[in-house]
C-alpha cells in the first residue's frame, strides 16, 4: 500500500479550515473548519464524505492551534481517518507569504520554518497563524513530510517592471517592497482549468483570472505564466473588495493622517476591515449589495457600480499586457454565483472580444462552463476554484517525485 492522503491545513489567527484528501483518486474524505479558538464558544465542524457519516458539530472551549488539531484528529479518527494511519503522505499548508525565496511548494524544515517566521512583518495577519499550524502539525505527525505552499509563489514569474513599485529602489530593496500578489494557488488553479475547458494545454492559452471572493484579485496568465496581478506587497492593492478599498491615491493615507488626525494602525484598519463594499454601502457580502441595489437603494447600486467599474479597468489593463487574450475567468465566492456582476464587468467590452450570453450566464453549476456566445473571440468562463485540491496536488507530487 502507498500512501496517498493528504492533511490541507489552512490557518488563520482563530480558526483552522481542513480536507483530508486521496490523491490516488483525487477524492475528499473529510472536510472541517475549527473556528473561534481561543474563546470560550469555539465551534467545531466536521463532515466525513466517505462511509455515509453525517456532519457533526461541537461547540466549546478549544484553548488554542495544538487543541484545535488534535480535535480535528479525534473527528478524523471516529471516521477510521486517523492522521496516526500510514496511508497519510504528507500535510499541505497554505502559507500566505512566501516573499521572494519561496516561489515553489516547500517541504519544511527548522530553516524553512525560520524563513518563514521572518516574513511575519510582511503578512503579519497571516504569517503567524501559518507557523502555528505547521508547529502543531509537525509535532503530531514528525516523520512525514510538512510541505508548505505559498500564496505568492505563482506570481514569482512576474516580470521586475510589474513587480516594481516605481519608488527608491535602494529604499524599496532595503524594506522588501515589491508587488507580491495573493491567492496565487486559484489563480494557477483557474488558469489551467479553463485551458483544459477550452481543450488547450496551459501553455497554448492567455487567460485573466478574476478571483472574486470576498478578498478578489485579478491575474494575467500568459502561457501559462502569471504576468502580472492586481494585489501587491499586501491583499490590500488593486479590486475593489467585502472589505478592502483596493486601489486609491496613497496621498489619501497622508490625508487621513494630517488631516483626519488618524494613526497608522487606525488607517490600517480602516482600509482593510472598513472599506469595499463594506465601506460604500454598510454591506460587504455581494447578495446583500444586489438585493438592496435591485430594490432602488441608492448607496448599495453605487458600491456595486464601483466594483463593477474596477473590475471593468482590470480586465482593460490585462488586456493590454497580454496582447492577445483567448479567455476570461471568473471565480470564488462572486464570480461564481453572481451572474449581475459578470454581466456587467463584461458589457461595453465587444470591441476587446469579450461578451456574455444571458442564458449561458444565468446557469448556475457547479462544473467550469462557458458563459460567452459562440462568436466571441474571447471565451468567458466560470471556473469554480479549488484551492485545497491544488494544495494537495503540489504537496503530492512534491513528496512522491
Ligand atoms: P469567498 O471568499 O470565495 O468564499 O466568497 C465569499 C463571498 O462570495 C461572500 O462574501 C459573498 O459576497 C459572495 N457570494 C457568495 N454567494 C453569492 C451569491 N449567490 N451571489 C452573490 N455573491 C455571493
Request: aromatic letters at 4%.
Amino acid at each position: 500500500m502507498t500512501a496517498s492522503r493528504v492533511l490541507v491545513l489552512n490557518s488563520g489567527s482563530s480558526s483552522v479550515k481542513y480536507q483530508l484528501l486521496d490523491m490516488a483518486d483525487r477524492t475528499r474524505l473529510a472536510v472541517g473548519l475549527v473556528e473561534r479558538i481561543g474563546e470560550q464558544t469555539s465551534r467545531l465542524v466536521h463532515t466525513p464524505l466517505t462511509g455515509g457519516g453525517a456532519r457533526r458539530e461541537q461547540t466549546g472551549p478549544i484553548a488554542d492551534h495544538g487543541a484545535a488539531l488534535k480535535a480535528v484528529a479525534a473527528e478524523l479518527a471516529a471516521d477510521g481517518l486517523g492522521l496516526d494511519s500510514p496511508e497519510l503522505a504528507a500535510v499541505g499548508h497554505r502559507v500566505v507569504h512566501g516573499g521572494t525565496r519561496f516561489t515553489r511548494p516547500t517541504v519544511i524544515d527548522d530553516e524553512v520554518l525560520a524563513e518563514v517566521q521572518k516574513l511575519v512583518p510582511l503578512a503579519p495577519l497571516h504569517n503567524p497563524a501559518n507557523v502555528t499550524g505547521i508547529q502543531v502539525a509537525r509535532s503530531l505527525r514528525p516523520d512525514i513530510p510538512q510541505v508548505a505552499v505559498f500564496d505568492t509563489a505563482f506570481h514569482a514569474t512576474m516580470p521586475e517592471y510589474a513587480a516594481r513599485y516605481a519608488i527608491d529602489t535602494e529604499i524599496a530593496d532595503r524594506l522588501s517592497i515589491r508587488r507580491y500578489g495573493f491567492h496565487g494557488t486559484s489563480h494557477a488553479y483557474v488558469s489551467r482549468a479553463t485551458a483544459a475547458l477550452l481543450g488547450k494545454a496551459p501553455g497554448e492559452v492567455n487567460v485573466i483570472v478574476l478571483h472574486l471572493g470576498n478578498g478578489a484579485s485579478a491575474s494575467a496568465v500568459r502561457a501559462g505564466v502569471c504576468v502580472d496581478t492586481s494585489m501587491g506587497l499586501t491583499p490590500l492593492e488593486g479590486l475593489v473588495m467585502g472589505t478592502r478599498s483596493g486601489d486609491l491615491d496613497p496621498a489619501v493615507i497622508f490625508h487621513l493622517a494630517r488631516v483626519g488626525g488618524l494613526s497608522v494602525d487606525e488607517i490600517d484598519d480602516l482600509l482593510n476591515k472598513r472599506s469595499g463594499l463594506l465601506g460604500l454601502c454598510g454591506d460587504n457580502d455581494m447578495r446583500e449589495v444586489l438585493r438592496r441595489a435591485g430594490e432602488g437603494d441608492q448607496a448599495a447600486r453605487t458600491a456595486f457600480e464601483t466594483y463593477v467599474h474596477r473590475l471593468k479597468k482590470y480586465i482593460g489593463a490585462y488586456a493590454a499586457v497580454l496582447g492577445r487574450v483567448d479567455a476570461v475567468a471568473f471565480t470564488a465566492g462572486v464570480g461564481e454565483n453572481a451572474a449581475a456582476v459578470r454581466e456587467a464587468a463584461v458589457s461595453g467590452l465587444e470591441e476587446l472580444g469579450l461578451a456574455v450570453d444571458a442564458g449561458l450566464n444565468s446557469v448556475r453549476a457547479d462544473e467550469p462552463r462557458l458563459i460567452s456566445p459562440e462568436y466571441a473571440r474571447v471565451a468567458v468562463a466560470v471556473v469554480p476554484t479549488d484551492e485545497e485540491l491544488e494544495i494537495a496536488t503540489q504537496a503530492f507530487e512534491l513528496v512522491t517525485h
